[in-house]
């Protein structure tokens, strides 16, 4: 199942961000697709309202730390930042696999260098820069997802 939106500016991506919460109830893996400057980490500042785990002033890219933790009520975030992960054994690294529980979200920006997330995602959500304010954002439920 494919969805595609529109938004044009980043308030709007991040209200994007909270309406596409209730559609990853964890357990999920969701990559998320962009070029650099996209508006991943903006709306996965979205998101982490929607599951009431961090506030939009919170949330930050993890391009340095490369993951991020953010608790809700429902749901454990993880935003993860694979840029500066190249090979297999940096990732190995990152202890990934602990992440995952039946009460986590694994947001994953540049999982696509790594086959393996293309195999085991749940959801991939394309970013599209159109412009400086808008963007086209396609979201992709693979069979494991409703």
Do not use: C
Not at 24 to 42: E, N, Q, S
């Amino acid at each position: 199942m494919t969805r595609e939106f529109t938004t044009n500016s980043a308030e709007e991506t991040i209200a994007l961000g909270r309406e596409l919460a209730p559609l990853l109830a964890p357990p999920k893996i969701v990559l998320l697709r962009g070029d650099l400057g996209a508006g991943k980490t903006t709306l996965v500042k979205g998101i982490a309202q929607g599951f009431q785990a961090a506030s939009e002033e919170h949330v930050t890219s993890p391009t340095f730390t490369l993951v991020h933790e953010y608790r809700g009520p429902s749901a454990t975030l993880y935003h993860i930042d694979l840029y500066r992960v190249d090979t297999p054994r940096e990732l190995e690294t990152l202890g990934l696999d602990d992440l995952m529980s039946g009460n986590s979200v694994l947001l994953i920006e540049w999982g696509e260098k790594f086959p393996r997330f293309e195999r085991e995602r749940d959801v991939e959500i394309a970013l599209d820069r159109i412009s400086d304010s808008e963007r086209k954002i396609r979201v992709y439920s693979t069979n494991n997802s409703p």
